[in-house]
């Protein structure tokens, strides 16, 4: 089946600081990827969903100059949080939407992070 | 996409069989029914779908009412690696792109 990785698989950083998280379809092309983002004991939230070579399109409340997405690729989507704080501490899944037949969409493992 | 209800924990004894249900009473015609569960700190993992046919593959079956508006998700043999959030979710597919949308889901506990 399709495999979708993240890097890395948990990162602490110090507030102020920014992180950059990966996320590759391994063995498929993926014209979109989504961000989601999680809280402990909660559902998963859609961030973004990520096109490759056009810019993100954010949800409502999400600040897009937080959370920059990079989508270059048509294997490799980035998330990189900017100037984090303690309340951006969560756990950051993405998927790859396969463009081949049935439009299936994969996830990846997950990044934990926490801000100090 | 439809919403959908789901109980929010159920329980069961390894190796018996699994029943998780959902409500789907708002489903479209051209809405399918997906499985996904999310073992803890990991990413969702998808089980199953279907539109209006019972489906069966190596890991479940999927049990879809003839009107449609509800279904039942069936692991036949339980174990403790099935412990999870059960996610019940419809959309149209295919879609044009859209992420999906995830409810609470169940979270089953199997137990010894």
């Known amino acids: 089946g399709a495999v979708v990785s993240q890097h890395p698989s948990w990162v602490i950083c110090k507030s102020g600081t920014s992180v950059k998280i990966e996320c590759r379809s391994l063995?498929?092309?993926?014209?979109?990827m989504f961000w989601y983002r999680q809280f402990p004991k909660q559902s998963l939230m859609l961030m973004a969903t990520?096109?490759?070579?056009?810019?993100?399109?954010?949800e409502q409340g999400v600040e897009k100059d937080k959370f920059l997405i990079n989508h270059a690729s048509l294997t490799l989507s980035t998330l990189t949080v900017t100037s984090a704080h303690p309340e951006d501490s969560s756990f950051y899944i993405c998927?790859?939407?396969?463009?081949?037949?049935?439009?299936?969409?994969?996830f990846g493992p997950g990044t934990r992070l926490t801000v100090t | 996409d439809a919403k959908t209800t789901q109980p929010p924990s159920m329980d069961c004894a390894e190796g018996r069989a699994a029943n998780l249900p959902c409500n789907h009473s708002t489903i479209s015609g051209n809405e399918y029914v997906y499985w996904y569960r999310q073992i803890h700190s990991q990413g969702p993992q998808y089980i199953i779908h279907g539109l209006k046919n019972n489906e069966t593959n190596e890991m479940a079956s999927l049990i879809i009412t003839e009107d449609r508006k509800s279904s039942t998700l069936i692991l036949p043999h339980a174990t403790l690696r099935d412990t999870a959030v059960y996610y019940c979710i419809v959309r149209v597919i295919p879609n044009s792109g859209y992420a999906l949308n995830f409810g609470k889901g169940t979270s089953l506990l199997v137990t010894p």
């Open positions: 998927s790859a939407r396969d463009t081949r037949e049935g439009y299936e969409q994969y």
């Open positions: 990520s096109n490759e070579g056009s810019k993100a399109t954010y």
């Open positions: 063995d498929f092309q993926a014209t979109t």
